[in-house]
C-alpha cells in the first residue's frame, strides 16, 4: 500500500509540474502592419521593392534576445526570422523583410503581397536524417504563446507597370489567361482565344518576380489555342504565368498545390 501511495505521489507532482511547465509559457500578441510601400504604389518595369513593417507586442509580456521571430509570404515557401528582438508589452518594432519584389512583368499588373507573423509551432527546417540519405523535419523552439492570430499579418497592393513597348502590340493588363485546373497540381492549361500563333514562350514566376521555369514553343498549330505546361516540378505556392507570341503578351495567376 505504501508503494502504491508513492508511486501515485511521484504522478501527482509530475503531473503539476507539467501544468506548471506550460503554465509559464509567455504570451507575446503580436500584430503586424505594412508601412511602405503605401498602397498601389508603382514598381517600374525592371526595379525592385522591399517592405517595411511594423511589429507591435499586445501582450503582457516581453519579446526577448532568446526569441526567435518567423516570417512567411502569403502564397510562397519563403520563410525569414529576427533574433535577438526586444519588444517590451505595448512596444513597437520596425522592421525590414530582406525579401526584394521585383517587376518583371512585362504587361504590367497589381500584385497583392501579404507578410506573416508565423507561429513557431508551425515553423521546422529540413535537416538529413542519421542514415545519410532521407530528410527529415526538425521542428524550431517554441519561446512563446501568441494568443492571437487574426492580426498576425500586413499586405499591400503594389502597381507594376508594364515594360515600355514599342513596335509590339500588347493586350490589355486588364486582361488575364484562362488558367485551368485552378488550383492545380502537376498540369496546367493555358487558355487565350486570340492565340493563333506558331511560337510562343511562357515564363512562369513566384511571388517575388524571380523567373521560375520558362518554355519555349515552336511550330503550334495556329487553329489551337491552348497550350499545356507540366508544372510537378514546383513547389506549392501563387506564381504568375506569362504568355508571350511576340505580339501579344498576357498575364495569369495560378495557385499550386
Keep these: 500500500m505504501k508503494t502504491f501511495t508513492k508511486s501515485m505521489m511521484g504522478l501527482a507532482g509530475l503531473l503539476v509540474l507539467g501544468w506548471s511547465a506550460k503554465a509559464q509559457m509567455k504570451e507575446c500578441d503580436l500584430s503586424l502592419s505594412i508601412i511602405s510601400p503605401l498602397d498601389y504604389s508603382k514598381v517600374a ?27 512567411g509570404i ?13 519588444i517590451p508589452p505595448g512596444g ?30 508551425d515553423v521546422s527546417f529540413t535537416e538529413l536524417a ?10 524550431v523552439a517554441v519561446t512563446y504563446n501568441d494568443p492571437e492570430g487574426d492580426n498576425n499579418f500586413g499586405c499591400v497592393t503594389l502597381t507594376m507597370d508594364a515594360q515600355p513597348k514599342t513596335s509590339v502590340t500588347t493586350v490589355s493588363k486588364q486582361r488575364y489567361l484562362n488558367i485551368y485546373p485552378n488550383p492545380a497540381n502537376d498540369f496546367l492549361n493555358l487558355d487565350m482565344p486570340e492565340l493563333h500563333a506558331q511560337n510562343a514562350m511562357i515564363t512562369v514566376r513566384d511571388i517575388t518576380g524571380r523567373v521560375v521555369m520558362e518554355q519555349n514553343y515552336k511550330g503550334l498549330s495556329t487553329m489551337s489555342s491552348t497550350l499545356t505546361i507540366n508544372i510537378a516540378p514546383l513547389r506549392s505556392g501563387l506564381y504568375f504565368v506569362e504568355l508571350n507570341t511576340g505580339n501579344t503578351s498576357v498575364v495569369g495567376k495560378v495557385n499550386i498545390q
Design 130 to 139: 542519421p542514415n545519410g540519405v532521407d530528410s527529415i523535419d526538425v521542428p
Design 45 to 71: 518595369f525592371g526595379d525592385s521593392v522591399s517592405v517595411e513593417m511594423e511589429l507591435k507586442n499586445n501582450g503582457k509580456d516581453a519579446v526577448s534576445t532568446t526569441d526567435t521571430l518567423y516570417f
Design 74 to 86: 502569403e502564397g510562397s515557401n519563403i520563410v525569414f526570422h529576427y533574433h535577438g528582438l526586444t
Design 92 to 121: 513597437v518594432e520596425a522592421l525590414s523583410s530582406p525579401i526584394r519584389f521585383v517587376n518583371q512583368f512585362e504587361n504590367g499588373m497589381e500584385m497583392t503581397v501579404c507578410m506573416l507573423i508565423l507561429d513557431q509551432k
